[in-house]
């Protein structure tokens, strides 16, 4: 199975600050269609998740533009570029180029 | 608009059988992957199962497989996941989603307990 490894764990950040959470795939995800599925999720407290970014840069319709994604290969990050109060939440990467899809271990983040 | 409702999670004791339904409405379920994932509680997203549009695709965690079974009533827009010999470890809120986490249920939890 691929690994997606995330980090930190734990993101601690002043308001209106920038954010950046790493996450790691113990493969490649080129897909063979030419895609690569790596998504990103918010998850709020008590909520269910949301899609922020899909195939690694794409923003969700809704989604603020101060949420961007980047990276190839085994390599991906997710930046906020300023951080609201409401974007507490937990964030999950996601890969869905191999059987089984697999998640990161979530990245919480939290207001200094 | 797109909905996706969950429903018949509760208690069962170990051994036990559950069958999970996904009412599906605003796109046609035909068109899509349809998947299942789970979260126990305080701990992190997995996925469990999935299935294609026309259901000659189905694909299992190993966690899963030989005990759930993922299904799809297409003129329905309904989505299901039948699980059989049911252990602790299986308690978790089970979340269906559309393609890739596109759009997210609110969740049904299933409580494996004696």
């Known amino acids: 199975d691929v690994v997606m490894t995330q980090s930190p764990l734990s993101l601690p950040v002043t308001l209106g600050q920038p954010a950046s959470i790493s996450c790691r795939s113990s493969?490649?995800?080129?897909?063979?269609?030419?895609?690569?599925?790596l998504n990103w999720f918010q998850q709020r407290p008590g909520q269910s998740p949301r899609r922020l970014i899909y195939?690694?840069?794409n923003r969700d319709s809704g989604v603020p533009d101060r949420f961007s994604g980047s990276g190839s290969g085994t390599d991906f990050t997710l930046k906020i570029s300023r951080v609201e109060a409401e974007d507490v939440g937990v964030y999950y990467c996601?890969?869905?180029?191999?059987?089984?899809?697999?998640f990161g271990q979530g990245t919480r983040v939290e207001i200094k | 608009e797109v909905q996706l409702v969950e429903s018949g999670g509760g208690l069962v004791q170990p051994g036990g059988s559950l069958r999970l339904s996904c009412a599906a409405s605003?796109?046609?379920?035909?068109?899509?992957?349809m998947n299942w994932v789970r979260q126990a509680p305080g701990k992190g997203l997995v996925w469990v199962s999935g299935i294609n549009g026309d259901g000659s695709s189905i694909a299992y965690a190993d966690s899963v497989k030989g005990r759930f079974t993922i299904s799809r009533d297409n003129a329905k827009n309904t989505l299901y996941l039948q699980m059989n010999s049911l252990r602790a470890e299986d308690t978790a809120v089970y979340y269906c989603t559309r393609d890739l986490g596109a759009w997210w249920g609110q969740g049904t939890l299933v409580t494996v307990s004696s």
């Open positions: 195939k690694v840069s």
């Open positions: 996601v890969q869905g180029t191999r059987w089984p899809w697999t």
């Open positions: 605003g796109f046609t379920l035909s068109s899509h992957w």
């Open positions: 493969q490649g995800l080129v897909h063979s269609d030419g895609n690569t599925y």
